[in-house]
């Protein structure tokens, strides 16, 4: 299996709520900053949550206040809880670590050279 396995995507109504895991091999969450990433049609794949392993977090704009980032350590989890989904939300969502950098640095287009991404899961919102 690959490193880092999400699921959880589905459809939705517009604000409705999905919970996205992300099961990680455990040396990449002991040693990875960890995150989501998305990709919403017409646009590059984006960060929007990081965390990282002093337990700060940090979110896109389009998704604060909206989407919490959280982990359970004791089966190498992070799960990215989404509420108040919006049609603009749609799109492949991506469970992301790298070696390199913080959460911040997980909020943005592209990771590290070192920067890993799971297989996806769709995540669809109707009007």
């Known amino acids: 299996q690959g490193q880092l396995v999400e699921s959880g995507g589905g459809s939705v109504e517009s604000g409705g709520s999905l919970r996205l895991s992300c099961v990680l091999a455990?040396?990449?969450?002991?040693?990875?900053?960890l995150g989501w990433s998305r990709q919403v049609p017409g646009k590059e794949r984006e960060g929007i949550a990081g965390?990282?392993?002093?337990?700060?977090?940090s979110y896109a704009a389009s998704v604060e206040g909206r989407f919490t980032i959280s982990q359970d350590s004791a089966k190498n989890t992070i799960y990215l809880q989404m509420n108040d989904l919006k049609p603009e939300d749609s799109g492949t969502y991506y469970c992301?670590?790298?070696?390199?950098?913080?959460?911040?640095?997980?909020?943005?287009?592209?990771?590290?050279?070192?920067?890993?991404w799971g297989q996806g899961t769709q995540v669809t919102v109707s009007s």
């Open positions: 965390l990282d392993k002093n337990g700060r977090t």
């Open positions: 992301a670590a790298d070696l390199l950098g913080d959460a911040t640095s997980m909020v943005a287009t592209s990771l590290s050279s070192s920067g890993l």
């Open positions: 455990e040396h990449i969450y002991d040693s990875y900053v």
